[in-house]
Structures are given as structure tokens and as C-alpha cells.
């Protein structure tokens, strides 16, 4: 679920109490002084600081994702409006928020994926590009029901290249193995990671298995 967050990458402060006096600035705490220091303000007011969340106005506001995943995705207001765009795309499928924002994750790599080695730049989805992935799966007779299962064993499919890999793949099925229609169906629900192989290594490899033709 995204969550509104303006915590400091550095700091994480859950309070730092300061009585107001002319003296005490809290403004002037140091970045240096972490969990457990004490911070002193000219009034010989001395306050422990514990964990929690510390905020600046000079800070810019960022938006924290807490997806099941380990991994905090931080979104400025403008991302996370893009972010949530995208998940629209997703409601036809009745899934959680928080599976929706895995799959998105997991295809834009924000959140880690092994499908994707380190190849995969992080990216805040677009809801047209989502759209454009889903509208192509529906033109191969695939229905909402089938979607749901494809998203859900293979979410990376929405950060694919529809041209360079989707398209292109679908058409090396029909040429080479004579792959359409329903058992095309039937091929991509078992295994929709063709969707996005890249790589042939003939044999010879090239450590990149998970796009690799030689699984199929």
C-alpha cells in the first residue's frame, strides 16, 4: 500500500523533543547525531533521540510503497499519481493493492526480480504502456481469467518490449513451431516467460537462462 512518508534517508527519528525558548533551534540538529545520540540545544536542554521518523521542510515530500516484498519503493507525488494510474489498469483482475503494486514492481524493476539479472532499470509505470501490454495479450484470445494467471506466475510480462520481444516471439512461435491459436493459449498460461526470451544461446551460455530460447 503506498503511504505518505518525508523521512530522511540519513535519519530516521521517531521524536526529538526541544521546548520551544529562543535559544533551541531544532532546525540546527546535525545529520551526524544518530539513533541513540543526544542532542543538545543551547538551553542545556539535552533530549534522547530514539528511532522513529524525523521531518524537514526543506525536504522534498516523497511517497513510500510498502509492498509484501522487502524492498520500500520511495515515489515523488507526481510518480505516485502515475503509479496509481497504472494500477486501473489492473482492476479488471481483482487483486489486492499490494499485488498489484508487486506486479508492477516486479516488471519495472523497483522491486528485485531474478527474471531480470541486473538488466532492468527502475521504472515508474505509465498506465498507456500497461494498456498497450494487456490489449496485445487480449488480441492473442487470452481472457481476463488467463490474464490473472499469467500476471500472477509471470509479472514481469508487463516490463517486457512488446515490439522488440512480445511481438516478435509470438511470431518466431507460429514460423518455427507452428504455434497458434489455441495451443498458443495453452503455451503462454504454461509458460509465459516465452513472452520475453531475448537470447538463443544455442548451447553455448551465456548466464542469462531466464530469457534464454534453450528453456523452451
Avoid at 25 to 32: K, L, M, Q, Y
Avoid at 69 to 75: F, Q, S
Avoid at 100 to 122: C, M, N, T, V
Amino acid at each position: 500500500m503506498l503511504g505518505k512518508s518525508f523521512a530522511s534517508p540519513l535519519l530516521t527519528f521517531n521524536s526529538v523533543s526541544c521546548f520551544s525558548s529562543p535559544g533551541c533551534d531544532s532546525g540546527s540538529i546535525a545529520a551526524n547525531n544518530l539513533v541513540g545520540w543526544y542532542v543538545n540545544c543551547s538551553n542545556n536542554f539535552t533530549s534522547n533521540v530514539t528511532k522513529g521518523s524525523w521531518t524537514s521542510d526543506n525536504l522534498p515530500k516523497k511517497w513510500k510503497l510498502h509492498s509484501t516484498a522487502t524492498d520500500n519503493i520511495e515515489l515523488t507525488e507526481e510518480e505516485k499519481k502515475t503509479w496509481n494510474d497504472s494500477r486501473e489498469a489492473l482492476s479488471a483482475f481483482k487483486f489486492s493493492p499490494e499485488e498489484e503494486d508487486k506486479i508492477l514492481g516486479k516488471a519495472f524493476g523497483q522491486i528485485h526480480s531474478p527474471y531480470w539479472y541486473e538488466e532492468r532499470k527502475k521504472e515508474v509505470p505509465r498506465l498507456e504502456v500497461v494498456n498497450e501490454i494487456l490489449d496485445y495479450l487480449r488480441s492473442l484470445s487470452l481472457t481476463d481469467d488467463d490474464l490473472t494467471k499469467l500476471l500472477k506466475k509471470f509479472p514481469e510480462v508487463l516490463g517486457c518490449s512488446l515490439e522488440d520481444e512480445m511481438k516478435n516471439n509470438v511470431e518466431i512461435l507460429a514460423k518455427q513451431w507452428g504455434i497458434e491459436g489455441k495451443t498458443l493459449t495453452k503455451v503462454l498460461l504454461r509458460n509465459p516467460k516465452v513472452l520475453g526470451y531475448n537470447v538463443d544461446c544455442k548451447g553455448d551460455c551465456v548466464a542469462k537462462c531466464t530469457r534464454c530460447w534453450a528453456r523452451f
